[in-house]
């Protein structure tokens, strides 16, 4: 399994970027993903996850309602919407697979691992 995200950039407060988690293998219908950000000097958290179907999504309180995310399975790819951006949205975003059990919104219950994209948010 290989994931890579990318998308990160540059942008002002109040805009938008759409990330993508690009997979490889043809099981990746069959993978629930998650993106996860780390600030610098802060832990990593959860920002979003999505099931295998693409019709249930969770999402962190503080990226609810601003960030949307969303799968094109044909595609191998999650994508991973962000509007309304403020700067402490400035992180590095990661996007993983969800191994078989476990809650979403913790990275100890992910397997694999794409690197990172930078997103910086000027105010």
């Known amino acids: 399994v290989q994931l890579q995200a990318s998308g990160g950039g540059l942008v002002q407060a109040g805009g938008s970027l759409r990330l993508s988690c690009a997979a490889s293998?043809?099981?990746?219908?069959?993978?629930?993903v998650g993106w996860f950000r780390q600030a610098p000097g802060k832990e990593r958290e959860f920002v979003a996850a999505?099931?295998?179907?693409?019709?249930?999504?969770y999402y962190a309180g503080s990226v609810k309602g601003r960030f949307t995310i969303s799968r094109d399975n044909a595609k191998n790819t999650v994508y991973l919407r962000m509007n309304s951006l403020k700067p402490e949205d400035t992180a590095v975003y990661s996007c993983g697979r969800r191994a078989y059990s476990g809650s979403y919104y913790s990275g100890s219950s992910y397997d694999y691992w794409g690197q990172g994209t930078l997103v910086t948010v000027s105010s």
């Open positions: 293998g043809r099981t990746f219908s069959g993978y629930n």
């Open positions: 999505i099931r295998r179907s693409g019709g249930t999504t």
